[in-house]
């Protein structure tokens, strides 16, 4: 059983950072890629940012130049970092694995939650201004 908890998140002022981090129990995370996304109130989720199994690929999607992901697979703990955050990236934070997903590095990569089927609860964010 595939089990993830993100952490890390919180009330904030503008310019804050922040380290999200996403404790994945059940698989060899070394196997795996992992990806974030967020959610903000009455919008879809959308993908930030992705790492590949193998740590070759990085890619970001949102957020791009304030964010930093990164995976311990020895912890089976992936991160987030966010520099710079501003209020509009108040959101419901989520990381997701699955053995299918994939974590590419070329312009037409789409990053999408149809792609995943392990989320976590996800964890608050809120950036004040």
């Known amino acids: 059983q595939v089990t993830i908890v993100e952490s890390g998140g919180g009330f904030v002022q503008t310019g804050s950072s922040l380290k999200l981090s996403c404790q994945i129990s059940?698989?060899?995370?070394?196997?795996?890629?992992v990806a974030w996304f967020r959610q903000a109130s009455g919008k879809e989720r959308e993908g930030i940012s992705c790492?590949?199994?193998?740590?070759?690929?990085r890619v970001y999607r949102l957020v791009r130049g304030r964010a930093v992901i990164s995976k311990d697979d020895a912890k089976s703990t992936a991160y987030l970092q966010i520099s710079g955050l501003k209020p509009e990236d108040t959101a419901m934070y989520y990381c997701?694995?699955?053995?299918?997903?994939?974590?590419?590095?070329?312009?037409?990569?789409?990053?999408?939650?149809?792609?995943?089927?392990?989320w976590g609860q996800g964890t608050q964010v809120t950036v004040s201004s």
């Open positions: 059940g698989i060899r995370l070394e196997y795996y890629s």
């Open positions: 997701a694995t699955d053995a299918q997903a994939s974590c590419q590095d070329y312009d037409g990569f789409e990053l999408l939650p149809r792609d995943y089927n392990f």
């Open positions: 790492i590949s199994w193998n740590h070759s690929n």
